[in-house]
């Protein structure tokens, strides 16, 4: 699933900025800036870079056991489904004297999910099954915040903007208990509660 919506984002943005650059869209990819080993990556250059920086629980929704029936006359319990919040990063990465285009690139991404910041089935047929839609909020960052994201990233920094996207839902599915039902109770009156009638 996260997968699925960080290519679903890199997707929207190819289609929205087609128009930018001659001859074909712009290559807005899902790749890290650097490689295993440290160093820029080739497949990064001169692209408009989709990236995941972290995961985040959503804090907002319960982590209650789920019960429902199951075979037997029993109830199941399912583990709840774990929603996640994902945060992303669109970077431009032209230097030079393409520095220029990597600016515009990024005016360009700023537009394309302001004015359409949900994803959902209506408006991306092709978004995937698993996912209901997509949210996407941009998040301020001070400089202090942005210097330190970028020394962990382990790279310099690039003209980018950061998003958080709600939301992921990974669910296994997977049954981890099972116990009987409950049977309809029988109604009666216990005869040792009854009193004895007096003796005539």
């Known amino acids: 699933m996260i997968a699925a ?10 289609q929205s900025l087609g128009d930018l ?3 074909g869209p712009p290559s807005a990819v899902v ?18 870079l989709v990236f995941l920086v972290n995961i985040e629980r959503d804090p907002g929704i319960s982590r209650a056991a789920r019960w429902s029936g199951a075979a037997g006359g ?10 996640l919040n994902l945060l992303v990063m669109v ?14 690139l990024l ?13 959902d089935h209506h408006n991306a047929p092709d978004l995937d099954g698993g996912i209901e ?36 839902t990974i669910d296994s599915h997977k049954l981890t208990a099972q116990v009987p039902t409950v049977s309809d109770p029988e109604l009666g009156v216990n005869p040792r509660l009854v009193p004895e009638s007096p003796a005539a």
């Open 5 to 14: 919506a960080i290519n679903q984002i890199a997707k929207e943005l190819n």
């Open 21 to 23: 650059q001659n001859p």
């Open 31 to 48: 790749c890290s800036p650097l490689g295993p080993d440290g160093a820029p990556s080739p497949e990064a250059a001169e692209k408009l």
């Open 74 to 83: 029993r109830i199941g319990s399912t583990p709840p489904p774990v929603n």
């Open 91 to 104: 970077a431009a990465n032209y230097g030079g004297t393409k520095y220029g285009a990597a600016l515009e």
């Open 107 to 119: 005016s360009r991404t700023l537009k394309v999910f302001q004015s359409r910041p949900v994803i």
């Open 133 to 168: 839609r997509l949210v996407l909020e941009l998040e301020d960052l001070s400089v202090t915040d942005l210097s330190n994201l970028w020394g962990v990233l382990g790279g310099h920094y690039m003209p980018s903007v950061l998003y958080r996207v709600r939301m992921i």
